[in-house]
């Protein structure tokens, strides 16, 4: 069972960027067609999707946060990454990595269902001076 | 965006219990509707997805019902292992969207 691993500074200073990683093994982050995610949750609260990205580069932001976020795809390390910029106290969280699958419906025209069915362990950052 | 409003936001219950958590959105998103499970310091677990497909290996008690904007996660018996914060998130439009949560907890 492929495993995702988040890595990455626990502390980043106020307006500098924060820069994630996050590992994937026993499996290749070229093999499906999954697409791969991060999400966050700050400490008592709910998550947010920030967005996700397929080994081609093709990608979905969040328009909340689109204008700081950048993700990026390694294939040849098997990583995938988050940037966001410009980062404030309200970006401390937990953040997550996840993989994304889909499976069509029998029916034609098919509808297909996204899901985040692997997830890292996450990793805490804090924005703080 | 697509606002996605559980209920309850907490629940106590004993283990044995029929439990149902619901979860609205705030305009239609046909079945693509996914239920996590978080434990305290844990990642989520993805247990139900595409509405009421069960992930592998979660038990079978665990199902799923709804459409369009209404959505239900039922345990038919409830065990130890599942007190813990359940999440909805929806699928059918970005930006992909959660609920709040909901804590079920030991009576």
């Known amino acids: 069972q492929v495993q995702l691993q988040e890595s990455g500074p626990g502390l980043v200073k106020p307006s500098q960027t924060l820069s994630l990683t996050c590992t994937v093994s026993d499996g290749s982050i070229n093999s499906g067609s999954y697409s791969w995610s991060w999400i966050r949750q700050p400490a008592g609260k709910g998550l947010e999707w920030i967005g996700r990205?397929?080994?081609?580069?093709?990608?979905n932001y969040n328009p909340s946060l689109k204008s700081r976020v950048t993700m990026s795809v390694d294939t040849s390390n098997n990583q995938f990454s988050l940037k966001l910029s410009s980062v404030t106290a309200t970006d401390t969280a937990v953040y997550y990595c996840?993989?994304?699958?889909?499976?069509?419906?029998?029916?034609?025209?098919?509808?297909?269902?996204?899901?985040?069915?692997?997830w890292g362990k996450g990793t805490t950052v804090t924005v703080s001076s | 965006d697509i606002q996605m409003t559980q209920s309850p936001s907490s629940l106590s219950a004993s283990e044995g219990d029929r439990v149902t958590i619901t979860c609205r959105a705030s305009?239609?998103?046909?079945?693509?509707l996914n239920w996590y499970q978080q434990k305290p310091g844990k990642a989520p677990k993805l247990l139900m997805y595409?509405?009421?497909s069960l992930q592998g290996g979660v038990p079978s008690r665990f199902s799923g019902s709804g459409s369009g904007t209404d959505f239900t996660l039922t345990i038919s018996s409830l065990q130890p292992e599942d007190f813990a914060t359940y999440h909805c998130q929806q699928s059918d439009r970005f930006p992909w969207t959660f609920g709040q949560g909901t804590k079920v907890e030991i009576k």
């Open positions: 595409g509405t009421s």
């Open positions: 996840a993989r994304g699958a889909h499976y069509a419906s029998g029916s034609y025209p098919p509808i297909y269902y996204y899901y985040m069915d692997v």
């Open positions: 305009q239609s998103i046909g079945r693509n």
């Open positions: 990205i397929y080994t081609s580069g093709s990608n």
